[in-house]
């Protein structure tokens, strides 16, 4: 039994400490440590949920950058098309105007060489008019009693006329 007291007296004083050391932690140490681990389980949460959040927001603005990208690619289609049909607008409105500028200036011509040639025609007649007035003068001053004299005479006036 001896064996069994001094076994027992170290079994209690072993549990005494053991329940004072577990008083004084549970007094002092065991709310702050559960506290710490709280906060630590909800920061790890609150990151988890922001991470979380961030990749829904990384999601959702890669989605939204390449509906930009599209929509930026189908906006400089458009314009290029838009530019191409100005461009040749512009072009078949230039060739229509150069078209008309040149018929106009064809109808310019045409009436000026139409104007000229009458002009001409005219200055021919009053020319002719004139020789045949200078012709008629100097046959009328001439007086020959013969026709063939006449004929002669008119024949060589001719002659004289088409040399000059």
Not at 66 to 77: K, P
Not at 125 to 137: C, D, F, R, S, Y
Not at 140 to 155: F, H, P, S, V
């Amino acid at each position: 039994m001896d064996l069994l007291i001094p076994a027992f007296g170290l079994f209690f004083w072993t549990a005494l400490a053991f329940l004072i050391v577990l008083f004084l932690l549970k007094k002092f140490a065991w709310k702050p440590i559960l506290s710490a681990l709280d906060e630590r389980e909800k920061g790890i949460a609150d990151s988890l949920s922001s991470a979380e959040k961030v990749r829904a927001e990384m999601s959702m603005m890669k989605s939204e950058h390449e509906s930009l990208l599209n929509q930026a690619r189908e906006e400089r289609t458009l314009l290029l098309k838009e530019a191409k049909e100005t461009r040749d607008k512009i072009v078949n409105e230039a060739k229509d105007a150069a078209k008309e500028e040149a018929n106009k200036i064809m109808m310019e011509a045409r009436q000026q060489i139409e104007f000229q040639k009458n002009a001409a025609i005219i200055d021919v007649k009053n020319q002719i008019g004139t020789l045949v007035i200078e012709v008629a003068e100097k046959v009328l001053r001439k007086e020959l009693a013969n026709k063939d004299e006449q004929n002669n005479y008119i024949k060589k006036l001719a002659e004289e006329i088409r040399l000059n």
